[in-house]
């Protein structure tokens, strides 16, 4: 059985602020590591993903997630922030062999000016 | 344009009464699936389906039921036996193989009259 913990539900911070959203996830079987965005009343947008290869993966709107084995975790980075990026952030685990994702609970950003 | 369509954006229930929400694709996957999203609980699995004429019980699957008798097509009934209803359904597609990546509809609010 696959699970992801996300471990904050909430991160507020400043406009041109870093931040980091945490993810640590449980898996027996190799992963595929997952970040979404969701803007509020839409659907979900993938950022990145990791399947293989170079532990620093870069996705869109400036955000990068850095998959760390021994710590199983998958956590996003993105060094300043905007107004823009206010939305929730889902963390995803997939691999094994029924082609089904586990999602996180999700992480609210809210960039404050 | 390629994608993932959900339809109504908007969906209200009565008492007693079966609904159907519509997701359909012009991606050619060959899997699809439906989350239910409450907020804080993140995403939780339906049904899924890999191919035509077959699919599966997600984690919640009680109160609902689907069919796949079209690859692009996959829509889900929510029955008078789901007792609590009211939240944002997201219909999902992938290929089988390799990464697993889903992409999203723009999802379908059923609201409780």
């Known amino acids: 059985a696959q699970s992801v913990t996300q471990l904050d539900s909430q991160v507020p911070v400043f406009e041109e602020a870093p931040v980091e959203l945490r993810c640590n996830y449980s898996?027996?079987?190799?992963?595929?590591l997952f970040w979404y965005v969701q803007y509020p009343n839409q659907g979900l947008q993938l950022l990145l993903k990791?399947?293989?290869?170079?532990?620093l993966v870069k996705g869109i709107n400036g955000f990068e997630a850095e998959f760390n084995k021994s710590q199983t975790s998958f956590h996003l980075r993105k060094p300043s922030v905007h107004i823009s990026d206010t939305a929730e952030y889902f963390c995803a685990v997939g691999g094994g062999s029924n082609y089904k994702l586990t999602f996180g609970k999700g992480t609210l950003l809210t960039v404050n000016p | 344009d390629g994608g993932i369509t959900q339809s109504p954006k908007y969906l209200f229930r009565k008492e007693g009464q079966n609904v159907t929400l519509s997701c359909e694709q012009n991606l050619n996957h060959d899997a699809m699936y439906w989350y239910r999203q409450d907020p804080g609980q993140g995403l939780r699995l339906i049904y899924y389906?890999?191919?035509?004429?077959?699919?599966q019980k997600g984690d919640i699957a009680e109160g609902y039921s689907v069919s796949r008798e079209k690859k692009e097509s996959f829509p889900l009934t929510v029955t008078s036996a789901q007792k609590n209803p009211t939240a944002f359904y997201l219909c999902?597609?992938?290929?089988?193989?390799?990464?697993?990546?889903?992409?999203f509809g723009p999802g379908t609010r059923l609201l409780v009259l």
């Open positions: 898996s027996s079987v190799s992963v595929y």
């Open positions: 990791y399947l293989s290869g170079s532990t």
């Open positions: 389906s890999q191919i035509v004429n077959d699919f």
């Open positions: 999902a597609s992938s290929i089988l193989q390799g990464s697993e990546t889903q992409y």
